[in-house]
Nanobody, 124 residues
Framework: DVQLQASGGGLVQTGGSLRLSCVVS????????IGWFRQPPGKGREGVAF????????KYAESVKGRFTISTDIAKSTVFLQLRSLKPEDTAIYYC?????????????????WGQGTLVTVSS
């Protein structure tokens, strides 16, 4: 049974930082690509950070490049998303997701498994 459990969201001021965690069970990290997505209030879902099953360096949306970092602790079965220099437009529900693929996968419709989401609110 595959499960993803996202946590770490909260309220932070502009310029602040948060670290989101996604604890994964039921899959092998060397077989699955992981993505972090977000859905701002009243808007559609967008991908922000991705890793391949080969654990290459992460790929990022232009809107977060240089500010967000995806990383993995395989021993803890956890994928992290470090958020820095946060802006009000980063306010969203953040989701982690997994798909069986050796490659980076950017399209949300391709992902098989989703966590429940964690809310990040950035105040101005």
């Amino acid at each position: 049974d595959v499960q993803l459990q996202a946590s770490g969201g909260g309220l932070v001021q502009t310029g602040g930082s948060l670290r989101l965690s996604c604890v994964v069970s039921g899959i092998r990290f060397d077989e699955y690509a992981i993505g972090w997505f977000r859905q701002p209030p009243g808007k559609g879902r967008e991908g922000v950070a991705f890793r391949s099953s080969a654990e290459e360096s992460g790929k990022y949306a232009e809107s977060v490049k240089g500010r967000f970092t995806i990383s993995t602790d395989i021993a803890k079965s956890t994928v992290f998303l470090q958020l820095r220099s946060l802006k009000p437009e980063d306010t969203a529900i953040y989701y982690c997701a997994a798909v069986k693929s050796p490659f980076v996968v950017r399209g949300d419709i391709l992902y098989e498994y989703w966590g429940q989401g964690t809310l990040v609110t950035v105040s101005s």
